[in-house]
């Protein structure tokens, strides 16, 4: 297994990229991608286009004066078969809600009041068996969960909250039946008291009081998310471990209950956020882990027994990477990985190999490159790449080889402040040809 990480896509500067998610908003058959901005309140969708391409400037959608999103998920609330998203939005106290048109647009924000609770965190599941998705929020404000019942028409029940304990400061949420009573059930990341609290669905859409099971002292989960990792159909549960930096597994016993955690140590990396995904196409599964401080991301693979083996690390280029979303960008049934880097303000893509995740390889372009582009210049076979240069007023092409890499540069001269390009035959010569939209000149 290898990955080969792509130019990340630059979020305008100090917007600060919170949250990433991913779904086909368009329906093209090719995965787009949801960014929460926190620090110019809004939420910015980013549309693929193939060979893990996404559009080089982003379609915005304002969350609010003020409301500093930090988490955004994607669901169909309306069961419309479109997909609609849901932000927290962390400095006004609510949860926005955009519902999608299926051509790639969404409707103007509604909210959900959460009170003064500060969500920081949000889920998507059916919680009730009612086939209408609902929506669960952790909240760093008031040391508790919020859970909005969807009606499956777009629209929310009141806020029904559960205490997760003093100074609790729950952080991550995931759902799933841990008893195997046929209820959903909800596992907490409480990272203020080292501990994965667990409450428990009963029949008539209530929980129980909180189980709480230890994660190690000073763990401070950030992150969590469950699966069934060791074949017995019991699921389990994995925790990022910011603390101590390590994750944890806890298998699950069937009942509601987890035996103690097991850790894997991340080294000197911090671990944020932890996802799932059969990243070997093994059928066994996988964890993928974003860390802050340390410029790269683990990924460990999975045995199927509930063990995994050693953290493999790869480069990202960033110290700080916050989020992340495991997909397929190019349609090659290789899942890859789309993390968030806010220290740097981008979007990296680490596309996957049947050999794994190569590490980055880096070429050089003209002053601060705005946007980048991929086609057919020689009629090779090969891909090639087109980048425009904003700094250095022109376009640079390197033409690509079999194996991977890309030959020289060949700069061509452009208008001024180059910020958009797209490629295509536009005189049907059966040969590509680059238009780009230069900022500075408007031409």
Known sequence: MNFALVNPIQVEYNYRPQSVAVGDFNNDTWMDIV???????????????????LSPTAVTYSTGTNSTPCMVAVGDFNNDGRLDLAVT??????VGIFLGAG????????????????????YVADLNNDKAQDIIVANYGTQSISIFHGDGKGKFSNTITFFTGYDSIPMGITVGDFNNDKHMDIAIANSGTNNVGILLGNENGTFTSQNIFSTGYGSHPYSIATHDFNGDNFLDIVVANHGTHSVGVLLGNGNGSFSHSTIYSIGNSIPIAVVI???NNDNYMD?????????????????????????TMYSTGSLSSVSVAITDFNNDVIPDIVVIHNETNAIGILLGYSKGFLNQIQYSTGTHPSTIAVGHFNNDTQ???????YGSNDVTVRLGYADGSFGNETIIPAGSGPQALVVGDFNNDAQSDIIVANYNDNT
């Not at 693979?301 to 050693?310: C, D, K, Q």
């Not at 891909?383 to 240069?389: A, E, K, R, S, T």
């Open 103 to 122: 051509n790639g647009a969404f409707g103007s924000q509604s909210t959900l009041s959460t009170g003064s609770s500060r969500p920081l965190w949000i």
């Open 383 to 389: 891909l090639d790449m087109v980048i425009g240069n």
């Open 277 to 279: 995904g059969d990243m």
């Open 89 to 94: 939005n962390y400095g006004v106290n609510n």
């Open 287 to 311: 964890l993928v882990v974003t860390n802050n401080g340390a410029n790269d991301i683990a990924v460990l693979i999975g045995y199927g027994n509930g063990s995994f083996r050693s953290p």
């Open 35 to 53: 960014v929460a901005n926190r620090a110019t309140n809004n939420i910015a969708v980013f549309f693929g286009y193939g060979n893990a391409g």
